[in-house]
């Protein structure tokens, strides 16, 4: 077998000698090769004329809930499923390998390990364990010696002539102990001393990973004891950004960590804990009540269980809110087992319906249609090693049934899951109960909300509902007999979409497919009427592997939806990985690995070899063609954090004119005006290069960068690229078209600033908010409370924003989980667009021309909440008038003359209602237009009024 040599991130600075198994090592994920479902991050193949079965059972398993089946039907040759190759440990060269084996009749069940050295050549081979014939469960495990010169490995499962073998739970340890948790004392707590990049000695800044934030930690004097605390300030972007220690663990010890804190402003405390195993992955995550408005210091508590398979530790103090918080003495101390209470395995949300609720009076209704079912979406999380057995169960009225509910991975996704049906009374009512066994959401389950641990459901209406009547649900986990929480939540069964017209340019483009997405090819054309009627025909290609998911993007094509491929940072690393022998990680400026990518190795020209090739497998893949579109998504967040590798140093050193290399401190303390420019250049050339591949591959394919509005009006905005070097003038010079973040850009703000791009860039212009709830537990790291939750009511004001500021049309991230109400907002929002396109687009922007007077009920008048857009063309006039205020309704008078007549008809070209002159006349005079026209937005509308020559 022949593999390209790539390596796994390796955990740094938490102890010297790890476990080091292969990722999915007890094969509970699986993925397509072939006609096969093979382990995930697992190769497969058949040698000397072999054929037969390789699957995942789930009949026959000794741990968890699948094993690795392979049958040799030919009794020739030899069936070979091996794991990616594994980076060994700093130190490790006396792993100790375990696996559980079962065969039948079997010619022989072989387990091989195969050690290469950093050239990728290959040093050992190694035969570990063989068993013949039939023999029942049993554990295997040795201690082996690995070469001095082995530097990575791979794992070898075999079956030589005929028979079937079982196999599952594969352990590799290269540790020789535990090591113990670090003492209270050792973590620094107090604060008090500090290490070369001015923060307390072990702590370091802490981001949720891929989520944009911005913010400062300080030390301050402000102390509960002793001279010093950290000081968190939050400055933009989501929740949750604070300090973090990072320390090796003990496996099954528990402990109580807490810190004390205090808050200013709208700051918000809280205090975690996070379990990471060998690869990095997330297995335990706990968290303590969030605290705010404190004004005096209070501790925070979270105590914990390490799991097993926990090599390493995390302890974080954040701030949740939008103001400043102090952290001091904090501790880490071990407690009695018996103190941990233990929590039901299984936790989840239900979403969009819980989601719903901050804008829908706290009801947790969730909106569909009879004829084109959306999609409830219920995302899993907790501890999957506990689960035994697991039901998810639906309990709905008998008005109500489901249209298909499967699994939401696309590498696993099931086919429509079939429940047990049971049907009971409840409260005098006849109702059903859906219960689904070992969803296979339910294995894949992480200690934290992670995207698409999901169950995906589709409801439709017996003969014998109520349109826009709401309905009573249930949905609740049982594991070993023992139920877990209710949560209940409501449907309301909404009649077709009304047919209205669609605007000729302007569209929405989904950032995600999820949501358009299910098993049934009949079931999907369904919906995708619904998401044509709102002018939502723009979607995400497919990025899973099963030929049915293309089959629908194939299907989305041909009914004319404009597609795009997201060639996001993920995607560039992985190429790199695969491609190169060395790991394109960026190095922080302690000269740790991050999750970014080296920018010198990926503006290589090896590097670019690599994304290239990378990218023309897959274009071919998903069929790119003339009018598709390529979206990049590289974010250099916080670049002053990384990269500070010797290459990046030397080539700042070349671009600042200096002839020595500066260290990372050096640079951050004397030269960060400098440094800021550098990466500015950086990522220019990045970009640059990446839509130059496109281009190369397809002149035709269209490019667009995932960016960032920036504020060109305001003195010192450069400022802002020190936190993200991304300047839009440099990228539109060569790209088609801007998708901008507008996640936490929001309304009268997202007003200003959409004028204030579309008037600099040339490109079109895509406005990306952010469509999440703060109430969705995956979801809200992104989220800060009902501010940026964007209501169905929100949506249509920034689809209308960015139209009639002239944007090309409107995205979402996640795109996901829509709601009903939502379709109907959007729907309603594109067929003003689609009155309205054609003076917008022929005709000149006259705000300028317009005076405005503005009153409120309210004695307190409600501060920066209307906004205005007007248009003349061809002597017709158009006044676009934005509410933004959540509670209070805007009266204003609008004065302005227009020139090309005497006589004027006042409309609302919506509803067609002629607004009354002031003498009650059929007309308007130029001199009564002078005096204003009185006219009310209601909180967080739009109106528009048009004016036309009689």
């Known amino acids: 077998m022949k593999l390209k040599t790539f390596f796994l991130l390796v955990l740094a600075g938490l102890c010297g000698t790890l476990a080091a198994t292969p990722k999915n090592s007890d094969f509970e994920i699986g993925k397509r090769w072939k006609e096969f479902n093979i382990p995930q991050n697992w190769s497969a193949g058949f040698a000397k004329k072999a054929s037969g079965f390789i699957g995942l059972d789930r009949k026959n398993v000794n741990h968890g809930k699948t094993s690795l089946k392979i049958t040799n039907s030919q009794g020739i040759g030899y069936i070979n499923v091996y794991s990616s190759k594994t980076v060994i440990p700093q ?152 300090i973090a220690h990072k320390l ?15 808050t200013a402003g709208a700051g918000k405390l809280q205090v975690m804990a996070m379990a990471y195993d060998t690869h990095g992955d997330i297995v335990m995550s706990t968290q303590s009540n969030e605290l705010k408005s404190t004004g005096k210091w209070r501790q925070l508590t979270t105590l914990f269980t390490v799991p097993k398979k926990a090599v390493s530790l ?56 009879t004829n084109s079912p959306c999609t409830l979406t219920f995302d899993f999380w907790g501890n999957k090693s506990k689960l035994k057995n697991p039901l998810f169960v ?72 109520t349109e826009n009547r709401e309905f009573p649900a249930r949905a609740y986990v049982i594991n070993n007999n023992k139920p877990g929480k209710v949560t209940n939540f409501y449907i309301k069964m909404l009649p077709p979409m009304k047919k209205s017209p669609n605007p000729k340019k302007f569209y929405v483009h ?61 995607f560039i690393k992985k190429s790199l990985k695969t491609t190169l022998n060395r790991n394109p990680a960026a190095t922080n400026y ?80 004397a030269f960060s005006a400098k440094w800021t420019q550098f990466r500015l250049r950086d990522t220019n050339e990045i970009s640059a290069k990446l839509a130059q591949i496109v281009k190369t591959y397809d002149f035709a394919i269209k490019t667009a960068d995932y960016d960032y509005p920036i504020n060109f009006t305001k003195p010192g905005f450069e400022s802002r690229f020190k936190s993200i070097p991304k300047d839009t003038r440099e990228s539109d010079k060569y790209l088609d078209a801007h998708f ?27 406005m990306l908010p952010l469509l999440t709830r703060y109430t969705d537990p995956r979801q809200s790291l992104y989220t800060r409370g009902a501010k940026c939750t964007l209501s169905p009511k929100r949506i249509r004001m920034t689809i209308l924003n960015c139209a009639t500021a002239g944007g090309t049309g409107q995205s979402f991230w996640t795109g996901t989980k829509i709601d009903g109400q939502y379709f109907l907002a959007i729907d309603r929002a594109m067929s003003e667009i689609a009155q309205l ?14 005076q405005t007077e503005l009153s409120w009920k309210s004695k307190t008048a409600p501060a920066d909440s209307f906004r205005m857009r007007a248009f003349e063309s061809k002597g017709n006039y158009l006044l676009c008038l934005f509410n933004y205020h959540p509670q209070q309704k805007i009266g204003a008078k609008l004065k302005f003359a227009p020139s090309g007549g005497d006589k004027w008809q006042v409309t609302n070209p919506i509803t067609g209602k002629n607004y009354s002159s002031p003498f009650d006349n059929d007309y308007w005079t130029t001199a009564e237009l002078k005096a204003g026209i009185n006219t009310t937005i209601p909180p967080e509308d739009v109106k528009f009024i048009e004016v036309t020559p009689l």
């Open 510 to 570: 989904l950032w995600a497919n999820y949501d358009i997405t299910v098993s049934n090819n009949k079931l999907f054309k369904k919906i995708l009427t619904r998401f044509e009627e709102a002018g939502m025909t723009g979607r995400a290609l497919h990025n899973w592997g099963r030929e049915q998911l293309y089959e629908q993007d194939e299907i989305c094509r041909s009914r004319g939806w404009k597609v795009y491929f997201t060639f996001g940072g993920n």
């Open 394 to 465: 639906i309990e709905l009225p008998s008005e109500i049934t489901i249209a298909e509910c499967f699994n939401s991975h696309g590498n696993v996704q099931q086919p429509t899951m079939q429940p047990k049906l049971t049907d009971f009374i409840r409260n005098g009512k006849a109702w059903i109960r859906y219960s689904y066994l070992n969803p296979q959401a339910l294995s894949m389950i992480k200690a934290r909300p992670a995207f698409w641990r999901s169950i995906s459901v589709l409801f439709k209406p017996n003969a014998d509902y």
């Open 248 to 262: 090796a663990t003990s496996a099954g010890k528990s402990y109580r960590f807490s810190a004390w804190g205090k």
């Open 314 to 369: 995390q302890l974080i103090c954040l701030n949740k809110g939008t103001g400043n918080v102090w952290f001091d003495d904090a501790e880490l101390n071990s407690v009695a087992k018996s103190k941990i209470q233990t929590a039901f395995p299984v936790n989840f949300g239900c979403e969009p319906a819980t989601g719903n609720a901050i804008w829908n009076n706290w009801r947790p209704v969730f909106s569909t249609f």
């Open 837 to 850: 396109e054609d003076i917008m687009a022929q005709g000149k922007r006259i705000d300028q021309q317009l």
């Open 740 to 766: 901008s973040s507008f996640y936490y850009t929001l309304a009268t703000e997202a007003f200003d600033m959409v004028d204030i791009n579309r008037n600099v860039l040339k490109k079109a212009f895509f």
């Open 590 to 669: 302690k000269g740790k690995k991050t999750g970014q990518v080296c920018p010198s190795i990926l503006n290589s020209a090896a590097g670019q070899d690599a994304i290239t090739a990378a990218f023309i497998e897959q274009a071919k893949t998903k069929k790119l063609k003339a009018g598709d579109t390529v979206i990049f998504d590289y974010e250099p967040w916080q670049s002053h954090s990384w990269c500070f590798c010797p290459e990046c140093r030397s080539r700042f050193s070349t671009f600042s004119g200096m002839n020595k290399v500066l260290s990372a401190a050096e640079i951050r303390k």
């Open 91 to 242: 130190g490790g060269k006396k792993p100790l390998i375990a696996i559980d084996i079962s065969t039948k009749n079997a010619g022989e069940g072989k387990v091989v390990i195969l050690c290469y050295d950093k050239s990728g050549k290959q040093v050992q081979w190694k035969s570990l364990f063989f068993v013949r014939g039939t023999k029942p469960w049993k554990r295997y495990s040795r201690r082996i010696e690995v070469p001095a010169a082995a530097v990575s490995y791979i794992i070898s499962l075999r079956l030589i002539k005929a028979g079937t073998v079982w196999f599952d739970n594969l352990e590799v340890d290269f540790s020789d102990k535990p090591k113990p948790v670090a003492k209270a004392s050792s973590i620094n707590g107090t604060m008090e001393t500090l290490d070369s990049n001015g923060l307390p000695k072990g702590w370091s800044e802490f981001h949720f990973h891929g989520v944009e934030t911005v913010g400062n930690v300080t030390v301050s004097d402000n102390a509960r004891n002793g001279k010093k605390s950290v000081k968190i300030s939050w400055k933009s972007g989501a929740s949750g950004f604070g």
